[in-house]
Structures are given as C-alpha cells and as structure tokens.
C-alpha cells in the first residue's frame, strides 16, 4: 500500500513564495513518475508538473518559470517551488505519484489529500 504526506501549503502575499513536498512510502514499491496537479472547484483537474526518476520534468505551459519541480529518489520525495505567487494560483495542489511493485510492470496512479494553496494580500 502507498501512501502520501503532503506538507507546505498555506496562505502567502502576491509575489512570495512557497514550497510543497510529498513524501511517497510503500514496501516493495517503485515511483516511476512523481508530480502535481492543482484544481479549481467546478474545473479539472490540471497538470502543475511531473518529473520522473531520470529526473526527466515536464510543466503546464502557463507556470513554466514560475514553478520548478525536483525529487529525491533516495526520500521518495517531490517537491514543488513556487515562485512569483499570484492570486490565481490560489487553488488545491494535489500530489500525484504512479508506480509500480517491484518485478511488476502494471502502472498505478496515486493521488495525495491535497494542499490549499491561497495567494491574497
């Protein structure tokens, strides 16, 4: 079983900054990809970032600059920075990690409880 602990978000001013981390545990478990996603009520889900275990990292277009995400594979931990805050990043940032057991080659999707993320003056 894998499990999430999201950590970092909270209410910041426009213009600060702010870094969420997810620590990623399960016994026997590789994470192949681990990232972000974010979610405004009444819309989808969208993607904020993934990276991979080659550290491989792909972002939404509109946060590119903004946003950098990074992973230590040795904590099975991502993390997301988050630059330059606007109100509109106010949203819930979700975690996302997908994985597979060792030996195995089915992927898995799992998904964090989600951090508030609120950018107001």
């Known amino acids: 079983q894998v499990q999430l602990a999201e950590s970092g978000g909270g209410l910041v001013q426009p213009g600060e900054s702010l870094r969420l981390s997810c620590a990623a545990a399960?016994?026997?478990?590789?994470?192949?990809?681990m990232g972000w996603y974010r979610q405004v009520p009444g819309k989808e889900r969208e993607l904020v970032a993934d990276i991979t275990m080659g550290m491989m990292t792909n972002y939404a277009d509109s946060l590119k600059g903004r946003f950098t995400s990074s992973r230590d594979n040795a904590k099975n931990t991502v993390y997301l920075q988050m630059n330059s805050l606007k109100p509109e990043d106010t949203v819930v940032y979700y975690c996302?990690?997908?994985?597979?057991?060792?030996?195995?080659?089915?992927?898995?999707?799992?998904w964090g409880q989600g951090n508030q993320v609120t950018v107001s003056s």
């Open positions: 996302w990690v997908q994985y597979r057991r060792t030996l195995e080659l089915r992927s898995t999707n799992c």
């Open positions: 399960g016994t026997g478990i590789i994470f192949t990809s």
